[in-house]
């Protein structure tokens, strides 16, 4: 009888075998020890909405990449464990120490103790913003917050907003614009502000009253112990003048004239400055 021929595997099995090998099993075979071992990376990508980086490195003289997570709660464990002193929020070009090990699955290797060392790009953002602080750069918006991504830098900074300030219109998004740096002196706070920015009017209101020192009719809506809550103009407008001595006699409701004594775009400090009619409930 003439044997049975054995059927020959698809072209390329083998090369598909041993890549499979190669990626998947064998870092799994790695010793544990891998995971005391601390590498030295670039990070290349950040994914802010999943809270994940792509950290590139150099490994037996060859060129690898590997995705780890990088949010707040893992920055807060190695602040707990003293291994880093501060959160760190992650850019592009961030130089970085990290280490290697099974990701929760046990089906890859990940990026883990992602720690903060250097960035040259950052560093020279920061210089140049003590001179000439006006960046160009396009607006992005991730969920509920936005983000502007330096042009040559690629680095991407949080957008502060004013609590009196119009957010971006959805036109801006993706465009062109031009912003400056806060926050400076903290690396890991940087912030961005619009170099052109829209505010509500009963914010424009109040810059006026300030210039012109004349006084507003606040109308009282909340009263405590240590404090009256007044809403300025409007209820876009509020502000608390402190009750140090004996409370005047005040109720919810009524309309006092107070002074704005500083006003800017993230605090405003008003006081009384006498008692007018009674606002009818």
Known sequence: MTPAKTALPPAGYFDWCFEWFKTIFLPLMQPN???????????????????????????????????????????????????????H?????????????????????????????????????????????????????VGDNYFVK??????????????????PSANQINEPLQFQLHNTEKPEKITAMLLHRRFIPQFLAAQKHVKNKTAINA????????????????????????VKNEMPDIQEGDRIKVIVTYLSDKKMVVEMEQRTDKQSS
Do not use: C
């Open 33 to 87: 020890n891998m995971k005391e071992t601390s590498m030295e990376g670039k990070i290349s990508f950040v994914h802010h909405d999943k809270h994940y980086v792509t950290i590139e490195y150099t490994h037996n003289n060859k060129q690898k990449s590997i995705n780890g997570n990088a949010d707040e709660a893992s920055q807060q464990l190695l602040k707990e464990q003293k291994q880093i002193k501060k959160i």
């Open 89 to 141: 929020h992650f850019h592009e070009g961030d130089e970085v120490y990290f280490t290697i090990e099974r990701s929760a699955r046990g089906d890859k290797m990940v990026a883990a103790n992602i720690r903060y060392r250097f960035n040259n790009n950052l560093g020279n953002l920061v210089n140049r913003a003590r001179t000439n602080n006006i960046f160009t750069g396009y607006l992005k918006q």
């Open 150 to 167: 330096e042009t040559g830098s690629h680095l991407f900074f949080p957008l502060l907003l004013s609590p009196w300030e119009l957010p």
């Open 219 to 242: 109308t009282v809506y909340k009263i405590t112990p240590h404090g009256i809550y007044v809403n300025v103009i409007g209820d876009k407008l509020q502000a608390k003048i402190p």
